[in-house]
């Protein structure tokens, strides 16, 4: 299985604030990457898709980037609504595998 | 647009079979690959498999002796039984869509807590 592995595990950041979580995969995915938003309670949201694109819906303060075994999402501009878990997921080989999860809290 | 909700027993014996069942509403059920993915309290998602609105599967074979998905068109259904369950399958079951062109899921239902104790 290819491993995916997130950091930080977790991330303290105020309103405004830009922030980047790192994903890296155990072997090369091109850019068959994804990323999800949890809240508490909540089932996961789609956010970016092949690495880059930007799921219909959702801000553009999202973005998304990287190819092969490393990846970024970065948030600019923090809002309150925005801290939740975020997990990345490839779909390059089966089995599908999910990142850890970066949880990103209010400092 | 598409909805999912899944449904099923809230509680499960040990060695016992799990069976849980996910409606799609609002949309297409025709050539879509569906998913179940869990997620144990406070922990991480793992994906589960996926099956075909026609009916091919692919399962993660960390449970695919124990897995066994299936689907029904004319309802919009698909279902999983995952069998021989001890505490360790305890978790929140999602279903959702497992959409080719983005290669993601893009749509999931809210999830159903299954616990497994006798």
């Known amino acids: 299985d290819i491993q995916m592995t997130q950091s930080p595990s977790s991330l303290s950041a105020s309103v405004g604030d830009r922030v980047t979580i790192t994903c890296r995969a155990s072997?090369?995915?091109?850019?068959?990457l994804n990323w999800y938003q949890q809240k508490p309670g909540k089932a996961p949201k789609l956010l970016v898709y092949?690495?880059?694109s930007l799921q219909s819906g959702v801000p553009s303060r999202f973005s998304g980037s990287g190819s092969g075994t490393d990846f970024t999402l970065t948030i600019t501009s923090l809002q309150p609504e925005d801290f939740a878990t975020y997990f990345c997921?490839?779909?390059?080989?089966?089995?599908?595998?999910f990142g850890q999860g970066t949880k990103l809290e209010i400092k | 647009q598409v909805q999912l909700q899944e449904s099923g027993p809230g509680l499960v014996k040990p060695s016992e079979t799990l069976s849980l069942t996910c409606t799609v509403s609002?949309?297409?059920?025709?050539?879509?690959?569906w998913s179940w993915i869990r997620q144990p309290a406070g922990k991480g998602l793992e994906w589960i498999g996926r099956?075909?609105?026609?009916?091919?599967?692919h399962y993660n074979p960390s449970l695919e002796n124990r897995i066994t998905l299936s689907v029904d068109t004319s309802k919009k259904q698909f279902s999983l039984k995952l069998s021989s369950v001890t505490a360790a399958d305890t978790a929140v079951y999602y279903c959702?869509?497992?959409?080719?062109?983005?290669?993601?899921?893009?749509?999931w239902g809210q999830g159903t807590v299954v616990t497994v104790s006798s």
């Open positions: 099956i075909y609105s026609t009916g091919g599967a």
């Open positions: 072997q090369s995915i091109s850019t068959y």
């Open positions: 959702a869509r497992d959409f080719l062109g983005p290669d993601a899921f893009d749509i």
């Open positions: 092949a690495a880059s």
């Open positions: 609002g949309g297409s059920f025709s050539d879509n690959y």
């Open positions: 997921q490839q779909s390059y080989i089966p089995p599908r595998t």
